[in-house]
């Protein structure tokens, strides 16, 4: 049987049950169904008005309109790229070395490259639809800004579905790469030394943008224009498939065509065949020894941590050192537990560097509000852009518990009946969980707010402000994800993404995302009197009007906090989600 054979049965397979969930979920959950197609619907038609009103905005700036819309174009493509490489990558590595139905496979007779192959395109099907959906409503607004014909988006369409398949080819080949030739302290060493050179890089851009800024101060607008587009000239590298892309979309919107409308879709097409043949290099000879290497550092690390912990009683407490501040909120048992979900957190790179590029971006963005500052010299401008980047915080947060808090207590998986069985109670369980996700994640995003407050130069009182709105909304945003991972568990998978990318992971970020935009809109009324007065009041607390939307997001908080929790334990009691284990 050729591997083309083999991999057709894994994807008719793995289709079917897809199918199956999902006709189970929408009879089941009709209104969980509802809420989440409502709630993408809503999305796609919102989305669509505000890019349409902020592209027919670019679009009549006087001599840069074009221009500047096009560049927005190149550089919406390669921030995809980037994003459905990492994603790929990750995802990837999940499936291939982290997952039991990978063991699985690999006893079957079903060659090493056909397991390879559909293990990457599965990734790169649950990365991309995402992106698909926040596209769409892009595209569809260029088209009109355009005025395109019906042509436009049938070519859009099927140059779209190569271009991603070759930015998922570049994560599988990444992956592949990096685990079968590097180890652990190699990979960990040049992320570190890439996050050195990236942090550098956007310092001394920083600093040279703020050198040129002050040198052309009060000249021609064209300079302005030239330094925003100089930050972004990466972004139209001849070398990049996203460029292709963008190039292409844009000359096809054009009235008249040229030779790129053909050159760059036949490059990409080439690209992705040639990247095709990679690939199943890559599975047929690198992976079962990347799989075998894998399963040998984790047996090795293992194997040094058991020595070391076993050496004295004066290493056992130093590797194992007894709970601090935890022990004092939940006690000891659960405090233990606590430490065991950071450990195991930190020991999977595949969930920490998502962690750590996501907060590292959010610091960098925070550290270029300086800049912005100079800019701004009206009260009203300045708390606009704090409640924008508040807003951007508050997504970013309620994405990153989606992601890492919903997950945790499905990857209990069938070791939850040892939980079940021990001292340690279920929803005491559920408590611990809440409470470490809350404090980690609220303590760097309240340090981000700090960070952001003191480059706004916001008042020492509003920073606080903004401080204690993003730590009630991760008290909440915790709350959902993990009264949502209880609700909705899935015990018989062991990778997150896939947890994540189910029907209950869709209605938490749903929810979380209404969670925030409501939080934020009621909170900018509490503070109407600056963009009213344009000027910043040290005694708004004392106004009747400022406590009433205060109150209510005290409200909404308690209750997105408290109910979600009560779900969950009314669930744990009726022991349906331990019936299989």
């Known amino acids: 049987m050729s591997t083309l054979s083999q991999f057709l049965i894994l994807m008719r397979a793995h289709f079917r049950m897809l199918r199956v969930r999902t006709m189970l979920t929408a009879t089941t959950s009709r209104i969980m169904t509802a809420a989440i ?38 550089l919406m493509f ?19 070395y982290r997952n039991r139905d990978t063991k699985w496979l690999l006893t079957l007779p079903v060659s090493h490259k056909a397991i390879f192959l559909w293990k990457a395109f599965e990734s790169s099907l649950y990365s991309s639809w995402g992106m698909l959906v926040i596209l769409a409503p892009l595209l569809l607004a260029f088209a009109n800004v355009r005025e395109v014909s019906l042509l436009f988006f049938l070519k859009t369409l099927g140059l779209l579905i190569p271009f991603l398949l070759v930015a998922s080819i570049v994560g599988a080949l990444v992956l592949i790469t990096a685990v079968r030739w590097f180890n652990r302290k190699q990979i960990a060493i040049g992320a570190v030394l890439i996050a050195i050179v990236v942090i550098s890089s956007a310092v001394l851009s920083g600093l040279e943008g ?99 912990s076993h050496s004295d009683e004066e290493s056992l407490q130093r590797n194992f050192p007894k709970p601090s501040f935890m022990r004092h909120i939940t006690g000891r048992p659960l405090a233990a537990l606590a430490r065991k979900d950071f450990l195991t957190f930190f020991r999977e790179p595949a969930q920490w560097v998502q962690f750590a590029v996501i907060f590292g971006l959010l610091a960098i963005y925070c550290g270029g509000l300086r800049q912005i500052n100079g800019e701004i010299a009206q009260p009203r401008d300045q708390y606009l852009v704090a409640f924008l980047n508040l807003g951007v915080c508050a997504l970013a947060l309620s994405t990153l518990t989606t992601r890492f808090v919903f997950p945790q207590f499905s990857l209990e998986g069938r070791r939850l009946w040892i939980l079940a069985m021990s001292p340690m109670k279920l929803p005491g369980i559920v408590i611990q969980k809440f409470l470490t996700g809350s404090f980690y994640s609220g303590l760097l995003v309240v340090m981000i707010l700090l960070l952001s407050g003191y480059n706004l130069r916001l008042p020492w009182q509003d920073t606080v402000f903004f401080a204690v709105a993003i730590a009630l909304l991760a008290l909440g945003l915790n709350a959902l994800a993990v009264g949502y991972g209880v609700m909705f568990p899935n015990l018989e998978e062991s990778n997150a993404a896939k947890i994540v990318n189910g029907s209950g992971g869709t209605l938490c970020l749903v929810s979380s995302f209404i969670f925030v935009v409501t939080f934020i809109l009621i909170l900018a009324w509490s503070r109407i009197d600056v963009f009213r007065q344009n000027e910043f009041s040290s005694d708004w607390i004392r106004d009747p009007g400022a406590l009433a939307p205060i109150s209510m997001n005290l409200a909404i908080t308690a209750m997105v906090t408290t109910l979600p929790l009560i779900f969950s334990q009314k669930r744990l009691k009726r022991l349906e989600i331990i019936k299989n284990v």
């Open 37 to 74: 197609v409502s709630f993408l619907l809503a999305y796609s038609v919102t989305a669509y008005f505000l890019f349409l009103h902020g592209l027919n905005y670019v679009k009549k700036l006087p001599a840069a309109g074009a221009l500047l819309s096009d560049r927005i174009i190149y």
């Open 78 to 96: 390669f921030c995809f790229l980037l994003m459905l490489i990492f994603s790929v990558a990750v995802t990837a590595y999940i499936a291939l």
């Open 210 to 308: 703020e050198k040129i800024a002050n040198e052309t101060m009060g000249l021609s607008s064209g300079l302005t224009f030239q330094r925003v587009l100089h930050h972004t000239n990466i972004s139209v590298n001849r070398a990049l498939p996203s460029t292709w892309m963008a190039t292409s979309l844009i000359d096809w919107s054009r009235p008249y065509q040229n030779f790129n409308g053909l050159l760059y879709p036949a490059l990409l097409i080439s690209n992705l065949l040639f990247g095709l043949l990679l690939l199943g290099f890559a599975g047929q000879k690198w992976f079962y020894r990347s799989w075998n290497y894998s399963l040998q550092q984790s047996a090795q690390s293992v194997f040094v941590r058991n020595s070391k």
